[in-house]
Every structure is written in C-alpha cells, then in structure tokens.
C-alpha cells in the first residue's frame, strides 16, 4: 500500500502540468476548460493504471514523461469539430456516408455571399413585397430539363412525400411489383406511399411487368401511374420492366398522371465519359412524365436536395401542401444548386468543375500518374521494410445507389503491413485528425485514387505516418 502511495506523489498536479509549455500553449487555441479536463482526465488513466498494475518507479516515470503528449492528445480530440472532413479514399464517389458529392470549389463564394448577407431569399424585387423561395432555381431548372415548372424540397425522399401526398392521397398508385425499392436508411417505396396517404397498388412480378398489369389495375379510384428507377439494384435474366414511354400511351388513354422517381437524376448522357447509359431527366420529360423526382447530391453532383419537375398544375398544387413547409430548402442550399445547375449550361463546364463528374469521367492515365506521385510521397517518407507499397489495378464504384453494376477501372495504393493487424492500421487511419477513410480486401489497404485529390496527398502521407507510429511500425 505504501509503496502505490509513493507511485501515486510522482505523478505531477494539474498545476503543474499547465506549467508545461507545449500544454500552456494549447490554451491560446481552445478553452482553458477543455485543456483542464484532458489533464485530470489522462492523470486519472494513470492512477487507475497504477492501482491496478504492480509498475515499478521506473515504468511510472516513463508513463509521466509521455503524459504531456497523450495530454495535447486528448485536448485537440476534444477540441476538434464533430463534423469533419475526411479524407475518401474509398474510390465510392457518391458515398451517402461521407457527404456524397462534393460542391464544386468555384461555387463557395456565391454561398457565401448569401450566407453573410442579406438576400432576397423571400422577397421579389421587381414588385417590391413578399416572394417565393422556390422561384430562384425555376427557370434554371426548366432550361436544363425542358419541363414546365420546377420546385426544390429538402431531399429527394421528401419529393416523392411531397407529390405522392398531393396527387394521390387516399386514393391508389399503381407501381410494378419490380419497383418496390428500399434504398439505404429506410427510404422504401410501400412506406413512403403509406406515409403519403396514397395506397399502393403493386401490379405484375417481381422480373416481370406487362402494360397489361397496369391497365387491369386502372379504376375509379387510381390517382396515378407511378415508375422508380431501381437505382441500387438490377434484375437480370428473364425479366422486362416498363419504360415511361411505354407507359405513356396508357397514362393518355386513361388521362392520369404518370409519376417518375429517377432517384439520381442526371442531367448529362454519362455514356458519352465511359459509363453506362443512364436515362436523363430531360428524356423523362420528353417521354411525357408528368412529374420527375430526383436528388441533387447523387449524380447531379450538388448540394442535397431533391428537385421536382414537370406540369405546372401538380407543382402548384404541390406549393400548396403543408408538407412543403416541412421539406422546404434552406437559403444555403437554393444558392448552391443555383450555382451548380448554372455550369450545367456548357457540358464540358459540367465535367470540368462538378467533382462527382469529374471524379467519374477521369482518364485512367491521369489517375496512374497520381498514383506514382503519391506513392513517390510515401516512399520518401517511409521506411519500407516493414511494409509493402504497391500501384495495383483495382475498381471504383459510383455509389449513392447509382449505376450498381458500374465498375469503373482505377488504380490503387496498395499496401500490406507484416506485422500489424489490417484493421488496427485501419482503425488508426480513421483517427488522424483528418480522418482517412480506406477500403480493406484481404489483408490489404486500399486508397483508391480516383475519390482523392492531389492537395491530400500531404495529409495521407502524414496521416499514414501518424498510423505506423500509433503501430509502432515501420517508421524511419
Ligand atoms: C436515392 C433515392 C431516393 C432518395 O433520395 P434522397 O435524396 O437520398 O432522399 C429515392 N428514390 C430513389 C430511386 C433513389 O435512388
């Protein structure tokens, strides 16, 4: 007992410790209270240490000698914003997990600007009272996809509420039984329908829907023809679904509205860069879609949010639904839209500056040439006998649910560390103060260098530093 009392005076006061530079430092970037904490807190992990260990005087000053690091630690963790940026090196574009796309670096002004400012947000300048929110990005909106009129809400599973709720409530909606989608984080279409009022009338099977189903279904109380794009998933085989334009003939000879959930929505024929062909929003509304639903941070490549466009007379009926309150979009995220659809007006803009298009239509000889510069960085840093680095052929994904057949060729960083746990250098990577967010296969690392850009590297090289110091491992 006596001998835990004299282990326990070693350890220095919180006075003390405050003393110390590098940690009286710290209080001019952050509260003096989060600094005390980290201080009781990381003395309170030694006390409990030593109660618990049989350490001799020796190991405790060793403790003490590394306690002002674990300190300064503790605090810039503390210190540091809940929301952060990592780094993707996950080569999933559109990753719903990690803020899928990214807004185009040009545009933040134009966010600012309206973010410090005053703007005219609700109020219509010409006349000099009241206006809509929703009346900035119309004619934008129109231009680009030819439809009648446009509104924005606060995501896409909050536009296809929004125009279910309007169209169809209490009354049915018939959808093919192949349509019946659960996207990640809950979005399924019988659940939206149900929480929209309408009621599902799902028709044909799951590979197969004939124009038949639909026109059998069809009675008094059918408020709308509804198709959705089943953007993660595919049926292959034996199976037929029905296009817009199929269904069109029907929606006229029945006169009802036929709705389109596009889910991602583009604007551009991604064929033309490599990918597969995906059907555009413009095409929707040239097939006679009376109303199209997309998002605007999948393939779009913008801020979230989801866009409706189409007749004028369901839009108006739309603004009028106490559900548009709910979804309405913020000041912020009107100007970004605003600011990404406006380089849509030159397709090649498009593809230069909206990241998630550019991300997926890079030339895969621009991405081998990132990759020898990365891992030239690394390698200069690096000792590498305790690990190995390699530039490896790999694949990329779209993600967000879009195009989930898509594998895009890329290449990787691959790298293999002999001694140490894959998922513990994983883990490290996830705990850098720019957290890097990597894909494991097999014992291996991944950064795939399609999703990272060149001004990361530096902090992937410290970040992986900061990972085989955290391993002990194989550090020059
Ligand atoms: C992604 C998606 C949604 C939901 O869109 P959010 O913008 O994430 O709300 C709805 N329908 C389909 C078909 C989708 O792919």
Redo the contacts with the bound molecule.
């Keep these: 007992m006596d001998q835990k009392k004299k282990l326990f005076k070693l350890i220095p006061k919180v006075d003390e410790l405050l003393e110390i530079d590098s940690i009286n430092k710290l209080i001019e970037n952050m509260p003096r209270k989060i600094v005390v904490d980290s201080i009781r807190e990381e003395i309170e992990l030694l006390r409990k240490d030593i109660r618990i260990n049989s350490f001799k005087e020796e190991e405790v000053n060793e403790r003490i000698s590394r306690l002002p690091g674990l300190i300064i630690d503790r605090a810039d963790k503390k210190n540091s914003y809940k929301l952060k940026r990592v780094i993707n090196g996950t080569g999933v574009v559109i990753h ?1 997990n990690i803020g899928r796309s990214l807004i185009s670096e040009g545009i933040i002004e134009n966010i600012k600007d309206i973010a410090v400012n005053y703007s005219n947000l609700e109020y219509d300048l010409d006349k000099g009272e009241r206006g809509s929110r929703y009346s900035h990005l119309k004619d934008i909106i129109v231009e680009i996809t030819g439809g009648e009129d446009a509104m924005v809400v606060n ?6 509420l929004l125009t279910l709720s309007t169209i169809a409530k209490n009354k049915e909606v018939i959808v093919s039984r192949g349509e019946l ?1 659960e ?1 990640g ?1 809950s ?1 399924r279409i019988p659940d939206v329908m149900e929480q929209s009022g309408a009621i599902l009338k799902a028709v044909g099977t799951t590979n197969k829907t004939h124009l038949w189903d639909f026109e059998k279904a069809i009675t008094e109380e059918t408020a709308a023809l509804l198709k ?5 998933y595919r049926i292959l085989g034996f199976a037929s679904s029905l296009s817009a334009e199929e269904l069109y003939p029907l929606k006229e000879k029945y006169n009802l509205p036929l709705i389109e ?4 929505g583009v604007l551009i024929d991604l064929s033309k860069y490599g990918l597969e062909y995906e059907p555009t929003v413009q095409e929707s509304i040239k097939n006679g879609v009376d109303i199209v ?1 997309f ?4 393939l779009l490549g913008g801020p ?3 866009i409706i466009v189409g007749k004028k007379k369901y839009i108006d009926s739309m603004k009028k639904n106490p559900l548009t309150r709910a979804f309405r979009v913020d000041k912020f995220t009107i100007s970004a839209l605003e600011a990404t659809l406006r380089l849509y007006l030159d397709e090649r803009v498009a593809v230069e500056k909206i990241p998630t298009l550019k991300m997926l239509s890079i030339d895969i000889s621009e991405l081998e040439k990132k990759a020898k510069k990365l891992y030239n960085s690394i390698i200069g840093r690096m000792d590498s006998n305790n690990c190995r680095l390699e530039i490896v052929d790999s694949y990329s994904e779209v993600g ?3 195009l989930p057949l898509e594998k895009i060729p890329t290449k990787c960083i691959m790298l293999s560390i002999e001694k140490y746990k894959v998922t513990d250098f994983e883990r490290a990577l996830r705990e850098y103060k720019v957290p890097i967010i990597t894909r494991v296969y097999k014992d291996n690392i991944y950064i795939d260098l399609r999703t990272v850009r060149e001004d990361e590297f530096d902090i992937i090289v410290d970040g992986l530093l900061y990972g085989f110091n955290k391993l002990k491992g194989c550090i020059k």
């Design positions: 719903t995501n896409n599973a909050a536009a296809v989608i996207i984080g979005f959705v794009h089943t953007s993660n959930d596009l889910g991602s639903t998002s605007g941070d999948k979230q949010a989801g967000g649910g879009s």
